[in-house]
């Protein structure tokens, strides 16, 4: 046994001189001590005895060697503030190995971060072409953690992609990509993702996505799952998904920036991830955490964009917003109050609050704010206190600055005053006339339509509720039913024909889904006589039709009754307030000389029986015809 253990000795020493024979005194004690942990482990473990050559136990203890004892270059690298100082450890008499020259170029790429000039001069520099054939020529020697930084570094310095020695660390990396922790693959998501998309790098980039979707399982702290969400989650869907579930294990960690940066990536990919957002909401609700302005914003712009609604959150947004009033700027506040409108969500002290914001930056408010925070005012269907100054101001800011808008950010901002009835006639003129809407008519972009049942909604504003405005309106082809007319009917809407037909008795009683020149569609329309009798609609004339229809006039004392039903989506939250465009709607009914009987979805739930839904209606009618009468 002991000649066996001395002949192992002899072998393993001669062979580890024979790997590094140039190496300083330092060096070969180092070498010794390896040696000797690798006797001392050789001849205590089982498998001592098993053949085999004993390079190979050589080779094993040379790349899994341990890190080397600090030195005095590694100093020298970390206190270094110039790249010259950095460039001059080459070749002045430092025995630089593997790691010494990636550990330099990584402090060369941070202190040329602030610097792109620099970064073509050191792509040239011949010093810092060897710092990378040091690298490349023992590749399989650097260490992990110096592995992701360097490459991070190379994409920082911008080497070129055809580069050998970035080509060669990128595929060491893939090599590696099974051993690596889980913590150097999220540095890689964080650090390089984007720059792999950039450059080209799709196989190492496909590879990575692999790697931390096989492996979330081992994701432990919060701050490294939303780097990786926010760095890579938009690129593999699959990937998503696993992040998600884990952001539910890890949420009650999450502060209130990490909270804000799981929602702001939701909203950025559209992704309404129902459980996550609940998880996020009960705890934005029940811990307290003070909400940076910042933080609030991006809330709000989240929860609007993904259209979730949580009444408690909104009310904290709102009463955590009003102290940050005073310090936001115009942007901050159109961008909140955009937000707010997207979720229906009408806080009264906080909308006068923005009111009161465009008051006293009246001379430096920017048209583009002043306009999203008015469609804002409009969709909410609110009018400030202050309204005349409000509104004076509009008006004082659109006199000289409306044609140089957009052209549909133009009919919005009518649109929108038309909602709070205060267009002026000039400002419809501007809209109204042919050269302005010709460019609208015959679009077939979905935009384009939109933008022009604006058009006709304010052509309706014009016609019905400015008799004293002269021209020019939009012409009687505009008008004319699209195929948008033909949308599906609504649970709430075929209760209410099936309802109304039992009434009537005959179909020519009653026309429903009817299509008027206004730009709105009557859920179901009757004709009542002096006697309070059902008349048959369809003989006699109906100028509000487009095209208009029939010749017989109606006999004295006939009304015309309007059916419209208002669905959940068409209030306010948390309110029976209609919005802006619904309000917009009935004001354009009654003044087209139609009695308006009103079906709120929240009426119509509570009625269990077709009786009662038919009493309902007849109880409805009743008290639209004596409302008229009574006036």
């Known amino acids: 046994m002991a000649a066996r253990l001395v002949k192992r000795c002899s072998c393993l020493l001669r062979e580890a001189t024979c790997l590094a024979p140039a190496a300083s005194p330092a060096g070969r004690l180092r070498l010794a001590r390896v040696a000797h942990k690798t006797l001392t482990s050789s001849a205590t473990s089982p498998t001592s005895h098993l ?63 602030e610097k792109p000039a620099d970064k073509a001069w050191l792509l040239q520099e011949a010093r810092f072409q060897q710092l ?86 081992e994701i432990d702290d919060s701050r490294t799952l939303v780097a990786i969400l926010v760095k890579t989650g938009h690129l593999s869907d699959s990937l998503m998904n696993r992040l998600e579930d884990k952001c539910l294990e890890l949420v009650e960690q999450f502060g209130p920036d990490e909270l804000r940066k799981v929602l702001v990536v939701l909203a950025a990919q559209k992704r309404r991830s129902v459980p996550l957002l609940r998880a996020v909401s009960y705890h934005l609700v029940q811990k307290p955490f003070p909400l940076t302005k910042g933080v609030l914003l991006d809330l709000a712009y989240a929860y609007g964009k993904l259209g979730f609604h949580q009444t408690q959150v909104f009310q904290r947004l709102a009463a955590d917003l009003l102290p940050y009033m005073p310090s936001l700027t115009s942007g901050e506040v159109a961008r909140c109050a955009k937000s707010f409108a997207f979720l229906k969500w009408l806080n009264l002290p906080l909308f006068e609050a923005f009111a009161q914001h465009v008051l006293s930056r009246a001379q430096t408010i920017s048209l583009p704010h002043l306009c999203n ?15 005349e100054p409000f509104f004076s101001l509009v008006h004082e800011k659109l006199g000289s600055q409306l044609t140089n808008l957009d052209p549909a950010l133009q009919v919005d901002v009518l649109w929108a005053l038309c909602v709070l009835q205060q267009a002026r006639e000039a400002e419809l003129q501007a809209v109204l006339h042919p050269d302005f809407h010709t460019r609208f008519l015959g679009s077939g972009s979905p935009k384009d339509q939109g933008t022009l049942q604006k058009l006709l909604h304010v052509n309706s504003t014009a016609r019905l509720e400015h008799p004293e405005y002269t021209g020019p309106l939009l012409p009687a082809s505009a008008s004319a039913p699209r195929p948008s007319a033909n949308r599906k009917v609504t649970p ?15 179909p020519e009683r009653g026309s429903f889904m009817v299509v008027t020149q206004y ?39 006939a009304k015309r009754l309007a059916f419209l039903c208002w669905e959940f989506p068409n209030f306010n939250s948390r309110s029976k307030d209609l919005l802006g465009r619904f309000v917009l709607a009935r004001r354009h009914v009654l003044a087209a000389g139609f009695l ?16 009662q839904k038919g009493a309902y209606l007849k109880d409805k009618v009743r008290k639209a015809v004596a409302a008229e009468l009574a006036k």
């Not at 080459?90 to 630089?96: A, E, F, K, R």
């Open 51 to 113: 053949p085999g050559p004993l390079s190979q136990h050589v080779e094993k203890t040379h790349v899994f060697t341990p890190y080397p004892e600090r030195q005095e270059v590694d100093s020298l690298i970390e206190k270094a503030t110039l790249p010259e100082q950095l460039l001059e450890l080459v070749g002045d008499g430092h025995c630089l190995h593997h790691n010494h020259a990636a550990l330099a170029i990584i402090q060369l790429s941070r202190l040329l971060s």
């Open 132 to 217: 990378l054939h040091v690298v490349n020529s023992q590749i399989t020697a650097v260490w992990h953690g110096t592995l992701v930084k360097l490459l991070r570094s190379l994409y920082a310095l911008e080497v070129p992609a055809a580069s050998r020695e970035l080509r060669s660390v990128e595929q060491e990396v893939r090599w590696r990509m099974r051993r690596l922790k889980y913590k150097h693959l999220a540095f890689l998501a964080e650090s390089s993702a984007a720059c792999m998309q950039e450059r080209g790098s799709q196989e190492l980039l496909a590879e990575l996505l692999l790697h931390l979707e096989r492996r979330w399982a």
């Open 373 to 387: 925070v008015l469609l804002a005012f409009a969709r909410l269907n609110f009018r400030p206190e202050q309204e």
């Open 492 to 506: 709430l809407q075929k209760e209410l024909q099936d309802t109304l037909m039992g009434l009537l008795g005959t």
């Open 519 to 557: 730009g709105w569609v009557l859920d179901a329309e009757v004709l009542l006589d002096a006697d309070g009798q059902f008349l048959p609609l369809r003989e006699f004339v109906a100028p509000h039709l487009a095209p208009p229809s029939g010749s017989k006039p109606l006999p004295p004392g």
């Open 596 to 611: 308006v009987v009103d079906v709120p979805y929240y009426e119509w739930l509570e009625l269990k029986s077709e009786w």
